[in-house]
């Protein structure tokens, strides 16, 4: 009897590494998972070392450099970097760092989505103090369409809101109001919808699509809001196959593929957060705790 042919092993892909401060990038995971539902992720969030938002971004440079390392020590073939205020502020030093592994930040496509929402070119971009100060969104509009007039907002308490799971109701709708008037003005809030205001507003921070509901109730109806999640995952696909590192083909299309999940600190509290981000239940056992 003839031997059988050898079976090639399945060619297992190296996994795609995924760093936030903490929580927040499992809006961007979820959108990850959702695109490419066969490949493997390594998500590293710095919880112990949260939030970036308000440090300085020569602090936040040096962070997103161990994070990176981290991840990059566990082989991964692709860098997401799932952050707004990291995005902002790390991305040359991440790629002059590692110029063989492609790194994509989530403002590029953030800002792409915007020029696509936008019908009179006016954005207006919310997000942490460390993002807004350096003028990434911005920066990164301008460069697609140096006409657009932006509006630039930091929305801190959005941040913490989120996490404490204050998404919906009185107190979360009191404080979109009191940080989205200034931007939308009385006018525009009263009226429904008013010449010069932005018809865009950009959630520049991970956590602020878990407060969609409040945000979109204080801004007047006409104006798009867009996340850059899914303009990130889509993003991180088209970059693969553009450098032949797209999905493992010959892996079963009914696998799904794994998330490993690392935190700094906390796994029980990243468990429950991080649920409501990610969309899932997560169990606490499941997330590893590393040290930088
Ligand atoms: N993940 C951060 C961002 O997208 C928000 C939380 C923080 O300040 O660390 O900017």
Same mark, same amino acid.
């Given at each position: 009897m003839q031997a059988a042919p050898m079976q090639a092993a399945p060619m297992q892909a190296a996994p795609?590494?995924?760093?936030?401060?903490?929580?927040?990038?499992?809006?961007?995971?979820?959108?990850?998972?959702?695109q490419l539902p066969h490949d493997?992720?390594?998500? #590293?969030?710095?919880? &112990?070392? +949260?939030?970036?938002?308000?440090?300085?971004?020569?602090t *936040?440079?040096?962070?997103? #450099?161990?994070?990176? &390392?981290? +991840?990059?020590?566990?082989?991964?073939?692709?860098?997401? *970097?799932?952050?707004?205020?990291?995005?902002?502020?790390?991305?040359?030093a991440l790629?002059?760092?590692?110029?063989?592994l492609p790194v994509i930040g989530v403002i590029e496509p953030g800002a792409q989505a915007a020029i696509e929402a936008s019908a009179s070119q006016r954005i207006a971009v919310i997000a942490t103090e460390g993002t807004i100060q350096g003028g990434a969104y911005e920066a990164a509009i301008h460069r697609l369409n140096p006409d657009a007039q932006v509006s630039s907002l930091a929305c801190s308490l959005f941040v913490a809101m989120?996490?404490?799971g204050w998404t919906q109701g009185e107190i979360s709708e009191a404080v979109a109001r009191r940080?989205?008037?200034p931007l939308f003005g009385d006018e525009a809030m009263r009226q429904g919808a008013c010449y010069g205001v932005p018809d865009t507003l950009v959630l520049g921070c991970t956590h602020f699509p878990a407060l969609l509901e409040p945000i979109r109730a204080a801004v007047p109806p006409h104006v798009h809001i867009v996340d850059s999640a899914g303009t990130t995952a889509a993003a991180v696909r088209r970059q693969l196959a553009g450098v032949g590192a797209a999905s493992p083909i010959n892996r079963s299309l009914a696998a799904r593929g794994r998330i490993t999940l690392l935190a700094t600190d906390g796994a029980e509290r990243f468990a429950r957060v991080g649920s409501r981000f990610l969309g899932e239940p997560l169990a606490a056992e499941a997330v590893q705790i590393v040290d930088l």
């Open positions: 795609i590494g995924v760093f936030d401060s903490g929580v927040g990038g499992l809006t961007v995971l979820r959108a990850l998972r959702a493997d992720f390594v998500y #590293l969030g710095d919880t &112990a070392r +949260l939030p970036y938002g308000t440090k300085s971004a020569y *936040v440079v040096r962070y997103s #450099l161990q994070c990176a &390392a981290a +991840l990059v020590a566990r082989g991964i073939r692709c860098l997401v *970097v799932a952050c707004n205020t990291a995005s902002a502020s790390s991305l040359q790629r002059e760092h590692y110029p063989a989120a996490e404490e940080y989205l008037q």
